[in-house]
């Protein structure tokens, strides 16, 4: 594990975590206004929810390359809250609450679950999560921008991604065409060109390059053929300081009283906990540097960062995966990329709107789609395959759960697939059986549930007459009660077929066999059972 930075490591690293917060900046600003119209919110809503999610709890987190802020995995739990809410700042009252549920959540230590995600879920929900963006932003790049930008494939409410992506065939934009294969083909050039490089090409954000040549490109059109209105990004703009300070909004304390703002707090806090713990085991993995964000923190760092969006009209917020990964890729080494991030959103809709709205949608969907291919790469799978099934399989069809399903939902398929493997493979190795004509040993390793009761039962009875049969359990760390009882009863009944048994157990472990059974001889560690044919052997190892 690395050290937590100093001030002095913050301040070396900022030239690697202010072009990276460039692209976090660019990848981030469709993503929050797209997250904000999805969920039929205010749009200014979703960046209010970005600047919180960059500058609170960039400060607030330990963890050094998570970037938070809305996630399209609450989209449907806002639409539904603002459906049964009265009002909006109601459900930012809601917001609030969730926030400090979260902090409650931190405080009892509930960060471990994520650490409960197996490694093939983990990377198989950054491979969806990579497809989906692809999937989710081609239809930009071609010019139909009937649909939202969202990083976890929320559609609209008529479609989903697959419907949307095949009908932008039907709506392409030649200009949005061109400035979209210019911009994605120019950021595969640009990445094999600074490959390996170094000095200050190495610190020139591709994204920032791609968004002058889409704003460029545009400009050189004829007034006819020029992308505007829905092409082009949509940021509020205010035409005095009083306006914009319009575009927030407060909490409705007097709903305190609603149940439904508090089943929509808890829940809100419930699931955007779930998606932070999983997002920050994800990016945790991605890091070059191996840290390891403390998770009980990280949720008192959401939760405080969902209290400052409620009270100021922002959505909910969460860590992200895609502008995490984003900032892995572009070079981040410290929690200042996020934060940096954070300040340049709030910079863009305070004073440069009128710029922002100048940049094309389809040059940020390369940049999208590239960030999808880095996640979701065919070495990616190719690696899995190679690794066996029970890895490849749960991989798989946790890639397959999420974009039939959503984010939640798909991870937990995924969860479920890996237990069985895990299962399985454990049932496999508890229990090891061979014979050599009448000679029998069965060796236990490891834990010994109920779940080997069949095969050990079955071959015990299977061993014929005038048999001996060393049962080893020294090598068990836990032997289930219905395991012990069947050993038992083949051991008392042995008699009856002239079986000789030898049963070694860990002398230093309660294994749990029966004292009644086990009566000593008068050796340390040695029993014996006396049946009316035969000596039953028990010895207990060191």
Wanted: hydrophobic residues 50%.
């Amino acid at each position: 594990m690395v050290a937590r930075p100093g001030a002095k490591d913050y301040l070396k690293s900022v030239s690697n975590d202010f072009p990276a917060s460039i692209v976090v900046f660019l990848v981030a600003l469709p993503l929050c206004l797209g997250i904000s119209l999805a969920s039929n919110a205010p749009a200014f809503s979703g960046l209010i929810a970005g600047i919180v999610g960059g500058i609170v709890v960039g400060l607030a987190s330990r963890s050094q390359l998570s970037v938070s802020g809305p996630a399209a995995g609450l989209t449907a739990i806002v639409v539904a809250a603002l459906l049964v809410l009265p009002t909006y700042e109601a459900f930012l009252l809601a917001v609030v609450i969730a926030g400090v549920f979260q902090i409650l959540l931190g405080f009892l230590r509930m960060g471990i679950i994520g650490d409960y995600v197996p490694n093939a879920v983990i990377k198989g929900m950054l491979a969806a999560i990579g497809l989906i963006l692809i999937i989710n932003q081609f239809p930009h790049l071609l010019g139909d921008d009937s649909h939202f930008e969202t990083d976890e494939g929320i559609g609209r409410a008529e479609g989903n991604i697959f419907t949307n992506f095949f009908n932008a065939f039907g709506h392409i934009t030649t200009s949005a065409l061109i400035i979209g294969a210019i911009c994605l083909a120019f950021h595969f050039i640009w990445e094999k060109m600074v490959a390996g490089k170094k000095g200050f090409i190495r610190l020139v954000p591709a994204p920032l390059l791609i968004v002058l040549i889409g704003v460029g490109i545009n400009s050189f059109y004829s007034s006819g053929a020029a992308l505007s209105g829905e092409h082009l990004v949509n940021i509020p703009i205010a035409a005095s300081a009083e306006e914009f300070f319009s575009f927030f909004s407060n909490p409705d304390w007097s709903q305190i009283n609603n149940p439904q703002v508090w089943i929509t707090g808890i829940t809100i806090a419930l699931v955007a906990s779930l998606e932070s713990l999983l997002s920050i085991e994800a990016i945790d993995d991605l890091d070059p540097y191996q840290r390891v964000t403390p998770t009980n923190r990280e949720l008192k760092a959401q939760g405080l960062g969902n209290m400052v969006s409620g009270l100021i009209g922002g959505l909910p917020v969460t860590s992200v995966i895609v502008r995490s990964s984003a900032n892995v890729n572009a070079g981040a080494r410290t929690k200042m990329s996020a934060i940096f991030h954070g300040l340049l959103l709030l910079a863009a809709v305070a004073f440069f709107p009128v710029i922002m709205n100048l940049i094309p949608k389809a040059a940020l969907a390369a940049i999208l789609i590239f960030t999808g291919y880095k996640l979701a790469k065919p070495a990616l799978f190719v690696a899995f395959y190679k690794k066996g099934l029970d890895q490849f399989l749960p991989f798989v069809i946790t890639i397959v759960a999420i974009l039939a399903t959503d984010l939640l939902k798909g991870v937990i398929i995924g969860i479920g697939v890996g237990l069985f493997f895990i299962i399985r493979s454990n049932f496999r190795s508890a229990v090891f059986v061979v014979h050599d004509n009448n000679k029998y040993l069965f060796r236990l390793r490891k834990d010994v549930s109920f779940l080997n009761k069949p095969i050990i039962k079955n071959r015990l009875e299977k061993v014929p007459p005038e048999s001996y049969v060393l049962i080893d359990a020294s090598r068990a760390d836990f032997i289930d009660k219905d395991i012990i009882e069947t050993i038992e009863d083949f051991m008392i009944h042995s008699q009856l077929k002239n079986i000789t048994v030898e049963l070694k157990t860990n002398q230093t472990k309660e294994q749990g066999f029966s004292k009644e059974l086990l009566e000593s001889n008068g050796t340390p560690g040695h029993y014996t059972r006396r049946h009316d044919k035969k000596i039953v052997k028990v010895e207990a190892g060191h």
